[in-house]
């Protein structure tokens, strides 16, 4: 009789103990990856901005290295452009500036009154790859406008 209740509490404690150690939680190991980034969306808070506000920021830009920055609105969204390449959603971070949604671009833009624009964009330049090594890294240039 004491051999059958032993048995009985060694194969419920056999259920019991994985379940006791599947309740823990398991936390993934962290990795930190070093490196540049934008660093924009965290730190700044998006500002509402009108279309009538925007109005003004509507137009293509000559920028220092020779490609153009164009702006435009459609349906309350915002967006910029560099050159050919696609759209990239953009925000309001301020009366002036603005910061794509997918972290690639950050701009000022300062309209003066002489029909003249000053300000800078921050957008990423891929390095070429190291032979042997398929991961890019990532530098930040900074183009003023003209």
Not at 34 to 46: A, D, T, W
Not at 80 to 96: C, E, F, Q, S, Y
Not at 110 to 127: E, I, R, T, W
Request: aromatic share 10%; glycine share 4%.
């Amino acid at each position: 009789m004491k051999k059958l209740v032993l048995l009985a509490l060694a194969s419920a404690a056999t259920f019991v103990l994985p379940a006791v150690v599947m309740a823990q939680e398991v936390k993934p190991p962290e990795v930190n990856i070093s490196g540049v980034h934008l660093n924009h969306e965290e730190n700044q808070i998006v500002q509402y901005m009108s279309d009538d506000e925007f109005y003004k920021f509507k137009q293509t830009y000559e920028l220092s290295n020779g490609n153009t920055l164009s702006l435009f609105s459609r349906f309350n969204n915002k967006y910029a452009k560099l050159g050919d390449g696609t759209w990239h959603r953009i925000v309001a971070t301020g009366p002036n500036s603005f910061v794509s949604k997918d972290h690639q671009l950050k701009m000022e833009i300062n309209l003066q009154n002489d029909d003249k624009v000053s300000g800078y964009l921050l957008m990423p330049a891929a390095s070429p790859a190291v032979a042997g090594n398929d991961v890019t890294s990532v530098a930040y240039v900074k183009v003023v406008f003209r």
